[in-house]
Nanobody
Framework: QVQLVESGGGSVQAGGSLRLSCTASGNTFRTMCVGWFRQPPGKEREGVAGFASGRPYYANSVKGRFAVSRDNATITAYLQMNSLEPEDTAMYYC??????????????????WGQGTQVTVSS
């Protein structure tokens, strides 16, 4: 069992930045694929970025503004979010352990989920 805990959410004005953290229990996290998802109010959860086969990937909506990284020493993944827009307002989740059945933007691909952290961007 892997537990994921996100932190770093908050409220910022458009153009601002936030860095989300996702800390995992267990020492297998460093070998897992890790994804970041978000769920805007009233909408479905969508994949925005993550690592797959050790390489980062990004949804078109965040490419050039968001960056993923990970620190295997502290078993933490990060989502650096720059140039935030009101459309980025959502609950953000990290997820880990790919099943290998779906693409990395599909919520069904991941076995473990964090509790989420709220990001609110005002115009």
């Amino acid at each position: 069992q892997v537990q994921l805990v996100e932190s770093g959410g908050g409220s910022v004005q458009a153009g601002g930045s936030l860095r989300l953290s996702c800390t995992a229990s267990g020492n297998t996290f460093r070998t897992m694929c890790v994804g970041w998802f978000r769920q805007p109010p009233g909408k479905e959860r969508e994949g925005v970025a993550g690592f797959a086969s050790g390489r980062p990937y990004y949804a078109n909506s965040v490419k050039g503004r968001f960056a993923v990284s990970r620190d295997n020493a502290t078993i933490t993944a990060y989502l650096q979010m720059n140039s935030l827009e009101p459309e980025d307002t959502a609950m953000y989740y990290c997820a880990a352990f790919c099943r290998g059945r779906y693409n990395n933007y599909d919520v069904r691909e991941y076995k473990y989920w964090g509790q989420g952290t709220q990001v609110t961007v005002s115009s």
